[in-house]
């Protein structure tokens, strides 16, 4: 069954820790990204990537890295600068330009 | 700045009758539109779409309008079902980008 697959769906992290959040899809998708969603203030995007070995930075990328070695996974850390890490992150892909993004299940990451 | 609005934070219908949704845009360089349907805890699921060049789309219940001039479009459930409950929001896209901005989201109530 094709997908995308995050991991895990929910993540506890003391502050000043880096956590990195897992994003795997079987999809054969080049292009795949990262989003966060907090009350009332819809998807918000972090990063994406079209291509592996590429990506670029989206609307609120400060506190947050990523990587893309391989076509199939496009790993998450949210670093210590990140001032609100605490939200629901959620990892999508696409075939390419003007196409439907599917997306993962989420994770929720709560830092105490 | 907010260029993907959806001015309704929430809406109730009756079962049976017609779900309205509405989205506003600003970026007149956007020129394909999404929808996507979501669930508490889960990622957005795809729902509907329409490229600039059309002013409608069908996909059995859901039909999504566009007005270019007006920079507004709109997605109809018809007719609504209990299962139709959930969070809906419109996303955005420009010529040739990856990007896709989301709305903040309107929570439909579908009443039984």
């Known amino acids: 069954d094709g997908g995308i697959t995050q991991s895990p769906k929910y993540l506890f992290r003391k502050e000043g820790q880096n956590v990195t959040l897992s994003c795997e899809q079987n999809?054969?998708?080049?292009?795949m990204y990262w989003y966060r969603q907090d009350p009332g203030q819809g998807l918000r995007l972090i990063y994406y990537?079209?291509?592996?070995?590429?990506?670029q930075k989206g609307d609120i990328a400060e506190g947050y890295s990523v990587s893309r070695e391989k076509k199939e996974s496009f790993p998450l850390t949210v670093t210590s600068a990140q001032k609100n890490p605490t939200a629901f992150y959620l990892c999508?892909?696409?075939?390419?330009?003007?196409?439907?993004?599917?997306f993962g299940q989420g994770t929720r990451l709560t830092v105490v | 700045d907010q260029q993907v609005k959806q001015n309704s934070p929430s809406l109730s219908v009756q079962e049976g009758r017609i779900s309205i949704l509405n989205c506003d845009y600003t970026n007149s360089m956007f020129d394909y539109f999404l929808w996507y349907k979501k669930y508490p805890a889960e990622g957005p699921t795809f729902l509907i779409s329409?490229?600039?060049?059309?002013d409608k789309n069908e996909d059995g219940r859901f039909t999504v309008f566009l007005n270019k001039s007006a920079k507004h479009l709109s997605l109809h459930i018809v007719p609504s079902q209990p299962g139709d409950s959930a969070v809906y929001f419109c996303a955005a896209s420009a010529r040739g980008t990856y990007k896709y901005i989301f709305g903040t989201g309107t929570r439909l109530k579908v009443l039984a």
């Open positions: 999508a892909s696409n075939r390419g330009v003007r196409t439907e993004a599917f």
């Open positions: 329409i490229s600039s060049i059309k």
């Open positions: 990537s079209q291509i592996v070995n590429d990506f």
């Open positions: 999809l054969n998708h080049d292009a």
